[in-house]
């Protein structure tokens, strides 16, 4: 089980380094990195969340229905991006207590390498749009606090500090 990183954690802001060896080194984080996101009952994690600064996601869309189908993008980015949706209520494993609406892309055209190193595209809608985008924020040092309003973010950054404190 890795530790995830949590806000304000300043390692969740750089951008990740794109992974130049997919090897047993990169295939190990992935089962720590599915491992830990399955046990978080989350439904995506970004390596950079863990600590890491590979450009790797995992995320299973299916979790929340009893089901699982892990999936491993490597080195993804969002070629293409159309359409705006709200998602509503929002979440995050390294942004603790908090949901929220985010404004996202309707679909996204995403490419990167599986976990054996073949090329991947993804044309995305639904659920996995907002996983895909949500995760590859990560992979850019962006939260999905940064998508909210300056308001709530700064009552979310408020109710953080407070606690550190004690």
């Not at 089980?1 to 992935?30: C, E, H, S």
């Not at 996995?128 to 606090?145: M, P, T």
């Amino acid at each position: 089980m890795l530790n995830i990183l949590t806000y304000p954690d300043k390692f969740l802001r750089q951008p990740a380094k794109p992974v130049k060896d997919i090897d047993g080194t990169t295939q190990k984080i992935i089962e720590d990195m599915s491992f830990t996101m399955y046990n978080s009952k989350g439904v995506g994690l970004a390596a950079i969340q863990v600590g890491l600064d590979n450009s790797l996601i995992v995320y299973d869309v299916l979790q929340g229905e009893g089901k699982r189908f892990l999936q491993v993008l490597i080195n993804p980015r969002i070629i293409e991006s159309n359409g705006r949706i709200i998602s509503e209520k929002e979440g995050c494993l390294s942004v603790p207590d908090l949901r929220a609406d985010v404004k996202r892309a309707e679909s996204v055209l995403v490419e990167g390498f599986d976990r054996d190193g073949n090329p991947r595209r993804i044309d995305a809608e639904g659920h996995l749009v907002i996983v895909l985008q949500h995760e590859i924020d990560h992979l850019n040092g962006i939260l999905f606090i940064d998508h909210i309003s300056a308001l709530k973010r700064e009552l979310y950054k408020r109710r953080i500090k407070k606690q550190l404190r004690k």
